[in-house]
T-cell receptor, first 113, second 115 residues
Framework: AQSVTQLGSHVSVSEGALVLLRCNYS??????LFWYVQYPNQGLQLLLK??????LVKGINGFEAEFKKSETSFHLTKPSAHMSDAAEYFC???????????FGTGTRLTIIP | GAGVSQTPSNKVTEKGKYVELRCDPI?????LYWYRQSLGQGPEFLIY????????DSGLPNDRFFAVRPEGSVSTLKIQRTERGDSAVYLC?????????????FGPGTRLTVL
């Protein structure tokens, strides 16, 4: 069964520092991949998605992710963290022809002033 | 335009009771999904509707859980004989056509607490 692993349930970075949130997937066929963000007391919001086009995907709020088939990874990055980036981030996978999302356990990002 | 809405936002019930959770998708979206998010976990898939029919209900944990979408718009998730383990946030999402490339838009969720 397809799955995603998010390394690090909690990540803290200083304001202005690089944000790197890790996601690895397990799938025999390259799937669709997604990053969602969940702010406190709000619903999940799509940050970006990979759907077999360009391997470097740019999303909202300055985030981007790179699909690396050889590493089965889809890590999320942002060059400079902002206080408003503090939230929970979820990586998710969907296999072609299967419309359900399978989520990782999430990474809580804390920004240190 | 309006996003996905869910009612109630919070529901507290007693063990053994019946509950209904409602989801109003984005207008015109043919696909509707239910997920469940337990504390400290990512959302887990429950069921997916394409129009009025359940296209995939493989995530429903047991026969106490049932969902309907009679007119292809609003959906209701029904839980019979609730158990304390059913306590979670129930999330609804909708997408335009239900294709993998379509974005799933999530509602704010219903927090269910079973005492």
């Amino acid at each position: 069964a397809q799955s995603v692993t998010q390394l690090g349930s909690h990540v803290s970075v200083s304001e202005g520092a690089l944000v790197l949130l890790r996601c690895n997937y397990s799938s025999s066929v390259p799937p669709y991949l997604f990053w969602y963000v969940q702010y406190p007391n709000q619903g999940l919001q799509l940050l970006l998605k990979y759907t077999s086009a360009a391997t470097l995907v740019k999303g909202i709020n300055g985030f981007e992710a790179e699909f690396k088939k050889s590493e089965t990874s889809f890590h999320l990055t942002k060059p400079s963290a902002h206080m408003s980036d503090a939230a929970e981030y979820f990586c998710a996978v969907m296999n072609f022809g299967n419309e359900k999302l399978t989520f990782g356990t999430g990474t809580r990002l804390t920004i240190i002033p | 335009g309006a996003g996905v809405s869910q009612t109630p936002s919070n529901k507290v019930t007693e063990k053994g009771k019946y509950v209904e959770l409602r989801c109003d998708p984005i207008s015109g979206h043919t696909a509707l999904y239910w997920y469940r998010q337990s504390l400290g976990q990512g959302p887990e898939f429950l069921i997916y509707f394409q129009g009025t029919g359940a296209a995939d209900d493989s995530g429903l944990p047991n026969d106490r859980f049932f969902a309907v979408r009679p007119e292809g718009s609003v959906s209701t998730l029904k839980i019979q004989r609730t158990e304390r383990g059913d306590s979670a946030v129930y999330l609804c999402a909708s997408s335009l056509h239900g294709k993998g490339t379509d974005t799933q838009y999530f509602g704010p969720g219903t927090r269910l607490t079973v005492l």
